[in-house]
């Protein structure tokens, strides 16, 4: 069977089941349509003409003189190809998304390290929140210039870089003899920080659909990871003379691992394709993630190449500012305001305060110092588990499920801290709320964070994808450092209680409403068909999530759970 007859099978059958499953129905619902749509578009397409020109045009990208930008993106990638391309795709996720780790291990190691670096350095409680507070500061410089790296040199290189910059920023840290080279040491790991932030763009970009929300989530499974490492490192360490040297001088370990595991990963095809115009290298690449004998990625790849076309077409010629589309384009503006409300929701219900400062807050409530290090390995741990279930989950719940599911729960969480803080920090009760609190909102809170890099590296159109991780990168550490920096005075000002509860703790609440009406769902579609979603009106996407909503409700009072974990109740 030749491929246009087998994708004229594939089209007539998949159109077929789909019109007689809503036979009879006097409306069939948008998103039923829009599958139909997206299937019956391919019609009129020589397949196997499209494919042999591929053929061709890889065949000329392989043998053409290559340049500086060549040798620099493909003269440093050892390409290994597994006969099940899915294993390639996992492995690409599962090294890429060490990253992660490395964010972790350096914001977690602070906290441990504070414990001798404040004596042996005489540090004042300004210099403190300036070394624990500088890592957001170079993240958002690293933020700033992702983009303009990310377009020159790609996703891949640019994760390079940010290895390197770990790399100076570790041994600044450690053989620093005083506090400054520790601020210069501490930006440093920053840049790296806020560069590696395009690795959930990376890895969404090369995932398949099925399991794109798994294989992004590794990144916060890595950065929880990565905490954990992080504060057993400082308590392998409590009693090592200059114990904080070797602290932040261990994730010299993770950035040389990251870079050596990322000399075998490809660059993102849609990289390629969109962006550099080099269709077939982005061919090549392709068939190395995906199994091309399988019609519905030929077509995945058909639909990227249409999209890519379209966008010119649109466009005319290629604009100089691109990046304002964001402001005049209603379907991108309507990205970058979801991505940027979800990431603020993260950060503003405090977790970032909390893991700086858990050593010191441990403390606060009774351990002495030494016990108030190890416990601190409670916290990062309950984040690491929370994490676990989206990786197994979030392409089978849904992101819309998961969001309205955890939010609730890591709010009860911080309910608890509070009130452990009424509590007289001598009684057993006052101990037992608080860490029953910090584990629930730490479990639940390492669920609800994976959005933070999931929706970033799905909502953007492609070749805005750079742009937006930028942006949403540069507000995510802005206000990583806002919360830092104001951690320990709004801790004193505003009470602990009214810190966790009232500020942290409102916050959650205005942000759940928020949820219910807007967000979006977009587990088993391409980034191409996650673009149709955005492209539909603000008040199209509010009505249909809470006509959604009616539905949960009256699924969970009738005890049907399927529909509402697994998004059926969902329509675009």
């Given at each position: 069977m030749s491929c246009d007859e087998q994708k004229q099978t594939v089209v007539e059958s998949e159109i077929q089941s789909e019109k007689s499953a809503y036979s009879g129905h006097t409306e069939v619902k948008y998103d039923q349509a829009e599958k139909i749509a997206n299937v019956e578009r391919f019609e009129g397409i020589d397949f196997d003409a499209e494919f042999e020109k591929l053929e061709a045009l890889q065949v000329a990208a392989v043998n053409a003189p290559r340049t500086w930008w060549d040798h620099l993106v493909f003269g440093t990638n050892k390409e290994i190809i597994f006969k099940n391309r899915r294993h390639m795709t996992w492995m690409l996720g599962f090294f890429a998304s060490m990253g992660g780790m490395l964010s972790g291990v350096d914001q977690s190691l602070i906290s441990g390290a504070n414990v001798s670096l404040v004596p042996d350095l005489s540090l004042t409680d300004h210099e403190q929140s300036l070394v624990s507070s500088l890592v957001p500061v170079g993240a958002i410089l690293g933020s700033l210039i992702v983009s303009p790296l990310n377009q020159k040199i790609g996703r891949r290189i640019c994760i390079m870089v940010a290895c390197i910059m770990y790399t100076i920023g570790g041994l600044l840290c450690a053989f620093t003899p005083n506090?400054?080279?520790?601020?210069?040491?501490?930006?440093?790991?920053?840049?790296?920080?806020?560069?590696?932030?395009?690795?959930?763009?990376?890895?969404g970009e090369c995932a398949p659909a099925d399991?794109?929300?798994?294989?992004?989530?590794?990144?916060?499974?890595?950065?929880?990871?990565?905490?954990?490492?992080?504060?057993?490192?400082?308590?392998?360490?409590?009693?090592?003379?200059?114990?904080?040297?070797?602290?932040?001088?261990?994730?010299?370990?993770?950035?040389?691992?990251?870079?050596?595991?990322?000399?075998?990963?490809p660059e993102s095809p849609r990289y390629l394709v969109v962006t550099r115009e080099k269709v077939g290298h982005g061919w090549r690449i392709w068939k190395i993630l995906r199994d091309v004998d399988d019609i519905h990625n030929k077509m995945e790849f058909l639909d990227m190449l249409q999209s890519a076309e379209q966008a010119k077409l649109d466009d005319g010629t290629k604009k100089r500012f691109e990046v304002l589309d964001f402001i005049k384009n209603a379907r991108a503006r309507r990205s970058i305001i979801y991505a940027n409300i979800i990431i603020f929701l993260g950060q503003f219900t405090g977790i970032n305060g909390l893991l700086y400062y858990l050593s010191t807050v441990m403390h606060a409530i009774g351990f002495d110092t030494k016990n108030s290090v190890f416990m601190s390995l409670v916290g990062g741990g309950s984040l690491l588990i929370g994490t676990i279930p989206a990786i197994l989950w979030m392409d089978k719940c849904g992101r819309r499920f998961w969001a309205n599911f955890c939010l609730p729960w890591f709010f009860i969480g911080l309910v608890l801290v509070g009130i452990g803080y009424l509590l007289p920090t001598t009684t057993a009760a006052s101990k037992g709320l608080y860490l029953t609190g910090v584990i629930l909102y730490m479990i639940f809170f390492g669920s609800y964070s994976t959005l933070t890099w999931v929706t970033p590296a799905e909502v953007f159109p492609t070749y805005l994808r750079s742009y937006g991780t930028t942006i949403t990168s540069t507000m995510l550490y802005l206000w990583s450092f806002i919360i830092t920096y104001n951690f320990s005075s709004m801790f004193d000002k505003m009470t602990k209680t009214g810190l966790t509860l009232g500020f942290y703790g409102g916050i959650a609440v205005l942000g759940f409403i928020y949820q219910i009406m807007f967000v979006v769902e977009t587990k088993g579609k391409s980034l191409e068909e996650v673009d149709d979603v955005f492209s539909k009106p603000t008040s199209f996407i509010i009505k249909q999530n809470l006509r959604s909503t009616r539905e949960d409700v009256r699924d969970i009072l009738s005890g049907n759970f399927k529909n509402v974990m697994y998004g059926k109740n969902v329509h675009y």
């Open positions: 506090v400054h080279g520790l601020y210069a040491g501490r930006i440093f790991i920053g840049v790296g920080i806020g560069l590696e932030s395009v690795i959930p763009a990376y890895v399991i794109r929300g798994n294989l992004v989530s590794l990144y916060q499974f890595n950065i929880a990871l990565g905490e954990v490492f992080g504060y057993a490192i400082a308590a392998i360490f409590y009693e090592v003379h200059d114990a904080w040297r070797f602290i932040l001088g261990s994730s010299l370990v993770f950035s040389t691992l990251l870079f050596i595991g990322m000399i075998f990963l």
